[in-house]
């Protein structure tokens, strides 16, 4: 018997390391991935569209293989991307993407994992990887925000439900700031769409937020490496105890110090 590692988001950036991490751990690493293409540091691919309860549920048979041989599961629910621009000027489908890839997917396939693991009586632990924004918004990035927001509240969630199970061991979110990744590329063409739509006389005001996403635009104090979100993943995984947040960044734990701390009010000026 082996340990598996589930993970979302597999191909590049905090995927691609995590998948690394585990496999150089001894772990038998399963990415589960929209487009399957031998990119990940996977020992296999199967392909998932975190969109689709039904095709979430229909990996049940293929996760119950790797399920029943394990030792022990870690999901790592690692897969996101940022929509960006002004919540007035987002579309129906644009909100529906952001909380399907980052809430409803992620918490339909930890359920599925969930009732695997006690029908083969295994145990699980879960790793979502959240976001700082998850805790301080920020200026026309609320759907990202709000979905960050939504993943944290509906894992912890999760570990409040299913606490009495005999194999969900521990719930964990991991809290990046700034990371070095494709993330920046990924929003930026998620937000072309919204800024073409708008009004003339509104697309100035996406000018800094674009500019901040160009890929000549410079890195933010204190960013991290993928590796570094890994290891901290890694340490959610093997850890006696584990703990429900750990904080990547200088940035994280300043950001969970002020809004434990401050009063709203001030907050809004301090980063209005």
């Not at 229909?58 to 940022?82: F, H, K």
Request: a positive charge; hydrophobic letters at 40%; aromatic letters at 8%.
């Amino acid at each position: 018997m082996t340990k598996v590692a589930l993970v979302t988001g597999p191909s590049s950036g905090i995927g691609y390391e995590t998948c690394a991490l585990f496999a150089r751990d001894g772990y038998r690493v399963v990415a589960l991935t929209r487009e399957p293409n031998g990119a990940s540091a996977a020992d296999l691919e199967i392909k998932l569209d975190l969109e689709s309860f039904e095709q979430i549920q229909s990996l049940a048979d293929v996760l119950g293989t790797e399920i029943a041989n394990a030792e022990r599961v870690v999901l790592v629910n690692n897969a996101g991307y940022g929509q960006f621009g002004a919540v007035r000027d987002l579309t129906e489908s644009m909100w529906k993407k952001q909380f399907s890839t980052h809430v409803f997917g992620p918490i339909k396939l930890a359920s599925v994992c969930l009732g695997l693991c006690e029908q083969h009586n295994v145990p699980l632990r879960v790793i979502a990887v959240s976001s700082v924004l998850s805790i301080l918004p920020q200026s026309m990035k609320g759907a990202y925000c709000a979905a960050k927001s939504a993943m944290n509240a509906a894992h912890d969630s999760f570990w409040f439900d299913e606490r009495g199970s005999e194999s969900l061991e521990s719930v964990s979110i991991v809290l990046p700031g700034p990371v070095k990744t494709k993330f920046r590329e990924h929003a930026l063409a998620a937000l072309k769409p919204v800024i073409s739509k708008v009004d003339p006389a509104r697309q100035k005001k996406y000018e800094p937020t674009e500019a901040a996403l160009a890929p000549n635009a410079p890195t933010k104090p204190f960013t991290a490496s993928s590796a570094d979100v890994a290891g901290k993943i890694h340490q959610a995984a093997a850890a006696k105890r584990p703990k429900p947040r750990y904080f990547v960044t200088p940035q994280t734990h300043i950001a969970s110090l002020i809004t434990r701390f401050l009063p709203h009010s001030v907050q809004r000026m301090i980063f209005r």
